[in-house]
């Protein structure tokens, strides 16, 4: 299993990038794109012809469960890359200052990686929880006065995973506070409160249900009593009881005394979930599209906010298309066109003559992008961005955008200090039709 943040330890162009001192303040309606291509998926939707997805719920399913059936394969040398990726001499902490040798140190032992994968126990999350790459809540950065590091780009984050997913456990720190688990798509640390285990028995009802995806997010769930369990998030996918004429009876958990679990039966309304997965139609694009699209943008799901990968993986999860977390990984999902080796007008031919809209992405090194057409000749494209490269002399800095946008791959090139080598469409290595 390759990891969310081995693959990002480079330098940033224009996508999930920023600078802690240099950032340039613009206000977006200076920014020429996002003024002229509407920002919202129903005007491309009304352009184009989008027909369904051939996806099936069982193979979705399949991997989503998969950490409750199989023990992942990961080494115990492939765990442990964050140890060889962040050095002491290299991280610098929440002061701005080098973090001390010792803190690295006690890290590691803390880690109790000598009990890796001893556990194996299956067990869920009661929350939306980040996971990092060591177990501390404490940020190292790179060095905070280059552009391109710093606030947000806090190493620590690998990635996050939604509340009641399956997680499988290999192992407790040392001082308890921390289990490294397993998810279906990544592996790291969380927080012990934020899991619970639970038995065979219940994990095998768990997957033998129906399933209902939630279509909305940051909506409050409560148990049977009107107690607060969670925020739905779109992606999530829950066991289905009952089903009524507005609603569905779904089960959920939370946590009891003696941190045992506690089964309960949750009421969602049907204009927040659907049984079973969605038809890719227009109405429905625009629906989820559109509501993962008012995420702002966080680096590894912090804030629990979404960056480019997670992005269009929460997109594609209530159709059932599986795609992987981080933005390499899903740049070779499905049929791959090399786009290296090509200038810039025969990149836009080839992605207008074989890329179909909603479903072919654009791949850069770092950044992930979703192709949606082309308008007044210039190919558009859904992301979730950071910011805009600059360069005024060999001062690098970013015009912070910070959200999901449609854009050209020419995004800010009106700017003054617009930094044309980091342009989009001169970085894209590869694109990929994800489906039919």
Known sequence: MKYLFSLFIVLFFVSCSATRYDLVDVDKDDISDLQKFPQNSLAYLKKYKVDGLQTSAKDYEKRYFSVWNEIPKDTKDEAMWPFESFKYGEMYGENLKLIDESIFKDIKNNSNFDKYKTLNKNAITLRH???????????????????????????MQNSTVSANKPIMISHYSKDKIWAFI???????????????TIDKKYTNMWQKAKQVFITKDNIPLYDENGEFLFESRVGMMLALIREYKGSYRVLTVS????????????????DISVKGIMKYSKNNIQKIFDEVSKSKYGWGG????????STLRDMYAPFGLWLPRNSYQQSVVGKVISLENLDDKQKLELIKKEAKPFKTLLYKQGHILLYIGVVDNEVIAL?????IKTKQNSLEGRIV??????????????????????????????????AN
């Open 129 to 155: 929880t980040d996971i990092r790459a060591f177990p501390t809540s404490k940020p190292m950065f790179k060095k905070p006065s280059i552009a391109g590091e710093g606030f947000p780009f806090d190493y």
């Open 182 to 196: 397993f998810t279906s798509f990544t592996s790291g640390w969380v927080k012990t409160k934020d899991i619970i």
């Open 255 to 270: 946590s009891y005394k003696n941190h045992q679990p506690n089964y309960h039966t949750t009421k969602l309304s049907k």
């Open 302 to 309: 912090m804030y629990g906010e979404r960056d480019c990968s």
């Open 383 to 387: 992301h979730n961005v950071w910011g």
């Open 401 to 434: 955008i910070g959200k999901t946008v449609y854009s050209s791959l020419r995004l800010g090139a009106e700017q003054k200090y617009y930094d044309k080598e980091a342009e989009i469409l001169g970085s894209l290595k590869s694109m990929n039709i994800i």
